[in-house]
């Protein structure tokens, strides 16, 4: 990554990002959202991805072309994530899901999936999916987490995804994150995942699901 773009991304923590610290129950600082100035940054175009619908236990977002299934029992805390954005035409979240709700007290690493998307012209410089870890592992890291291992390609359902993993580990629970980036449509759309386990995080990814891209029929 060019490093005049990882100076614009660490000095302005991305939307999704933003909603990752709320999600973990972290600390996220209302100056991180301040919008960098005109002169030096191009406003971001209207992000073209719907909000999408949960039909019988699965989200479906038609534009981005993939679902999720989610687990029985499960909160969704949607509505009160999508709160969060100043712009819902340029960023937003797609889908905010809890094994419990966020406040409820526990033992356990309380799971949970979000969904976000950002116009991707928010980013000058943001080639491929791989360079949004940038921002993404600098959040990530400073809230404890290590990361696992570097950036690598995570294709679902023949989709160029990218992942990342980390996990922070605190007295006797560990907590795993993975982090999926698709760039798509004019946007990033991020998927994260956060669990007790490997294990645990691998079966909410396995959720996720593309439709195939159904090449014309020869005549």
């Known amino acids: 990554m060019e490093s005049c773009t990882i100076g614009f991304m ?9 909603v990752l610290a709320l999600t973990l129950g972290l600390e996220a600082q ?3 959202r301040q919008q960098p100035p005109a002169q030096s940054t191009p406003p971001a175009t209207v992000a073209s991805i719907e909000p999408g619908e949960i039909v019988n236990g699965v989200y479906h977002n038609s534009t981005g072309g993939f679902r999720y299934t989610i687990p029985f029992g499960w909160v969704d805390r949607t509505e009160e994530m999508r709160e969060t954005a100043t712009d819902p035409a340029k960023a937003g979240v797609l889908l905010a899901i809890f094994e419990r709700p966020p406040a409820a007290q526990g033992d356990t690493v309380n799971a949970a999936v979000v969904i976000a998307f950002e116009a991707a012209s928010a980013y000058p410089g943001l080639k491929s999916a791989a360079q949004y870890f940038g921002p993404v592992t600098e959040l990530t890291t400073a809230k404890g ?3 696992v291992a570097d950036p690598y390609e995570f294709p679902v359902d023949g989709r160029p995804i990218v992942r990342r993993d980390f996990v922070r580990t605190m007295s006797a629970i560990s907590m795993h994150q993975s982090t999926l980036a698709l760039l798509t449509k004019g946007s990033i759309v991020s ?3 956060l669990g007790g386990s490997d294990d645990e995080v691998t079966a909410l990814i396995e959720q996720l699901a593309f439709e195939r891209a159904h090449k014309p029929a020869h005549k």
């Open 10 to 18: 660490a000095r302005h923590l991305p939307f999704t990002l933003f």
């Open 30 to 32: 209302p100056t991180s």
């Open 145 to 147: 987490f290590k990361p």
């Open 191 to 193: 998927f994260t995942f």
